[in-house]
Nanobody, 120 residues
Framework: QVQLVESGGGLVQPGGSLRLSCVASGSIFSIDAMGWYRQAPGKQRELVAGITRGGDTNYADSVKGRFTISRDNAKKTVYLQMNSLKPEDTAVYYC??????????????WGQGTQVTVSS
């Protein structure tokens, strides 16, 4: 019914930048909140940043001031701009959307994950 496709991950040196994208498609009536999560090896998945339909944002303390989440509702896309990257940012990053489908069912959907590695 709904599919999320992520892109933009890769290998970057400390202090560098990456921009992640997540595009939603399928039987979508509307999209509510969107967010980015990350999971490092042996660790639990954690919230990195979230954004409401109206554009209100929240960030984990560890990324505040360095990361920016944004969305383009017309393109059904959420972005995560990551600046001043640190080795501790290394993880698989997942996007999540809260979707109201064309059947008027509200559900969470997850992207496939994209690897971000910060290393010199």
């Amino acid at each position: 019914q709904v599919q999320l496709v992520e892109s933009g991950g890769g290998l970057v040196q400390p202090g560098g930048s990456l921009r992640l994208s997540c595009v939603a498609s399928g039987s979508i009536f509307s999209i509510d909140a969107m967010g980015w999560y990350r999971q490092a090896p042996g660790k639990q998945r954690e919230l990195v940043a979230g954004i409401t339909r109206g554009g209100d944002t929240n960030y984990a303390d560890s990324v505040k001031g360095r990361f920016t989440i944004s969305r383009d509702n017309a393109k059904k896309t959420v972005y995560l701009q990551m600046n001043s990257l640190k080795p501790e940012d290394t993880a698989v990053y997942y996007c999540k959307t809260v979707v109201i489908t064309t059947s008027f069912v509200r559900s969470d959907y997850w992207g496939q994950g994209t690897q971000v590695t910060v290393s010199s």
